[in-house]
């Protein structure tokens, strides 16, 4: 694991540096396109650099890689990791993977969303390992490290195993098989022809399919997400979670995860909306109004 804690954009600019030396690959203006879970780089134009945070995470991007490659030869869309170059590959105590550029591209729509979630969840297995998808055990991880009030940490602790014993007794609607585990318009681009490709490939898993259609719902409820854009969605994937008995439960969760992931990220606004969500998290006010980072 990486020994410096902190990522943000100078590490992981230094990490996409050592990366490019590794692989004689020269970059000399980078240029951020986001950071999050990973930082996305543009290295030049045509060619992404996803850093990961740390060095343990090398197998969940070598799957991505994989699963990637698997996709495209099964006529799944997917953006294509970039061939001729060692990836994943291990610079300055993190993961770098390479991936081709869609250009121009733009998230998807929901309903594009809705349609292409649709298909993957009902494609055939792939030929490779996948692990259970990662749920409440993912926060337990991210709250054991995040500079939040102590309180807070607690509570927050204790509403995690809640929510655990609750999604271990939950009840499911639609059939186990493959998902994204983080199915948001960012993670499915559009070219200017309106083809599709989905992106982030590190969290696919096997899974309930509602885990994945509940994060369109929150966005909704958040106000990311009109109603009628969020209609769409539902018209497109063909069922709406929010009729699931499971939808409390996993909303709770990832409104958890969302909340933990974000006190990850360096920054005052950040804090600030860290602290809103945290005290919604608690009091059971409404998420509308949170901010999209």
């Not at 045509?46 to 991505?64: N, Q, W």
């Not at 979630?117 to 494609?123: G, I, K, N």
């Not at 602790?157 to 318009?185: K, T, V, W």
Request: charge should be negative; glycine fraction near 8%.
């Amino acid at each position: 694991m990486h020994t410096n804690a902190v990522f943000d954009v100078p590490t992981s600019l230094q990490t996409l540096r050592a990366a490019c030396e590794a692989v004689d690959l020269v970059a000399p203006s980078p240029e951020l396109i986001r950071l999050g879970e990973n930082a996305v780089w543009r290295v030049r134009p045509g060619l992404i650099a996803r850093v990961a945070r740390s060095a343990d995470r090398y197998p969940l991007h070598e799957r991505g890689v994989r699963l990637a490659q698997w996709m495209h030869a099964h006529q799944v869309p997917a953006t294509l990791p970039v061939d001729g170059l060692p990836n994943p590959v291990r610079a300055d105590g993190r993961v770098v993977t390479w991936w081709e550029e869609v250009s121009q591209a733009r998230p998807a729509t929901p309903a594009e969303l809705g349609a292409a979630l649709r298909a993957l969840h009902e494609m055939p297995l792939p030929d490779l390992e996948l692990p259970d998808a990662a749920t409440v055990d993912k926060v337990d991880a991210r709250l054991a490290v995040v500079d939040i009030d102590e309180e807070d940490r607690a509570a927050l602790c204790s509403m995690a195993a809640r929510l655990q014993d609750n999604y271990s007794g939950l009840e499911y609607e639609l059939p186990f098989g493959l998902i994204h585990g983080d199915a948001h318009p960012a993670n499915l681009l559009a070219d200017p022809q309106g083809r599709l490709g989905w992106v982030d490939l590190d969290g696919v898993a096997m899974g309930h399919p509602e885990w994945d259609l509940v994060l369109t719902a929150i966005e909704r409820d958040c106000g990311w997400v009109s109603p009628d854009a969020y209609q769409g969605f539902v018209t497109g994937y063909g069922y709406d979670i929010t009729t699931s008995p499971t939808y409390p439960v996993l909303r709770a969760i990832r409104l958890l995860r969302m909340t933990s992931w974000l006190a990850q990220l360096p920054g005052e606004r950040v804090r600030r909306e860290v602290e809103r969500r945290i005290g919604d998290l608690r009091n059971g006010t409404s998420i509308h109004g949170w901010k999209a980072f």
